[in-house]
């Protein structure tokens, strides 16, 4: 088959590979769309340490069942999927709690990590085990289902965070997490929607979703005293951080109000600093948001249903064989695209 592989860092090859081997629980899937996340870009260049060459990355795909392994039930060849990012023992203890994002040694597609090593779908066939599967409502596309994976991290991290009606909410980045963030919290019921970013085009989407206020980040425009005259001069109550550099976890730090909560989502870099005094003087409440736990047939719905718009963050579909091109044209930051999916 063909795939796109990450042979050494800054190297995508279009290449013959093959075929995935299939287990008894697993089912081949032909990739019909994949789309480049953020974190296969970074990964591309080694600065997240969880894309080690060789690996074949790419974990927001759909596509149509192939083969199926003798254990398989309820599934059928031609069936249209798509499927969850992580791979998780469905026996684990967290598991069997709901929370399979913390199952014990997960692994996660297109990740190649000290730990595991685990290809991914950009490439014309991937496998995977039939607990992660998810069928497709008739009216949602291929590339439209391609967007489940990061509506749902969305998803998941707006469940997590305890939000009251009349709070001011900050999101930090507007990129595809930020842009399903607000549109989760607007579907929801949530209005006071602050969306920060680098990207004025960016944060016009935000805004077009249904940001109350897009802000822009950058030196020089008092970005900190525009936040506290927006919340009578206490800071936002609750914080989505979706990009994870020091930079803006500490803006985050920086406008939170006392007592208010900060819900980490960006994972660029493994480490960023934290004042702990800050912390604990103004009571603040910081977690982090893992992944996804059973987000994926909400998030479905809600495609089907037009609740949320996934078509309009969409900003390129390109055959798979020219994934090399894109990638550097995402890494570069070219203007005004934000999410390109790939059609092996």
Known sequence: MKALV?????????????????????????????????????????????????IIMGHEASGVIDKIGKNV????????????STIYDQNDWFSKRGDYNFSDHREVLGVSC????????????????????????????????????????????????????DDTIMIIGAGIIGLFLVQMLRASGYVRIISIDVDPDRLKMAEKFGAQKGLIFE???????????????????VIF???????????G?????????????GNITPKVELSLQVIVTRQLRIQGSCAIAGEYPDVLTMISQG?????EVISQKAPLSEGASWFKRLYEKEPRLLKVILNP
């Open 241 to 251: 951080e979706a990009v994870g550099i020091t930079q803006t976890v500490g803006l």
């Open 307 to 311: 609740s949320i718009n996934v078509d």
């Open 73 to 84: 039930s309820g599934w059928k060849t031609g069936d249209r999927v798509t499927f969850d």
């Open 219 to 237: 030196k020089g425009t008092n970005l900190i005293q525009k936040i506290m005259d927006l919340t009578e001069n206490r800071g936002a109550a």
């Open 253 to 265: 730090m920086d406008c939170v109000r006392k007592g208010g909560q900060m819900t980490l989502i």
């Open 114 to 165: 000290n730990e595991y090593r685990r290809d991914g779908a950009f490439a014309e066939f991937v496998c995977v085990p039939q607990h992660i599967l998810h069928l497709l409502p008739g009216n949602v596309s291929y590339d439209q289902a391609a967007l489940v994976e990061p509506a749902a991290v969305a998803l998941h991290a707006v469940r997590l965070t305890q939000v009251s009606e």
């Open 6 to 54: 990450l042979e050494e860092y800054h190297k995508l090859v279009y290449k013959d590979v093959p075929e995935p081997q299939r287990g008894e629980n697993d089912v081949l899937v032909r990739v019909k769309a994949c789309g480049i996340c953020g974190s296969d870009v970074h990964g591309m260049d080694g600065s997240t340490g969880r894309r080690i060459p060789p």
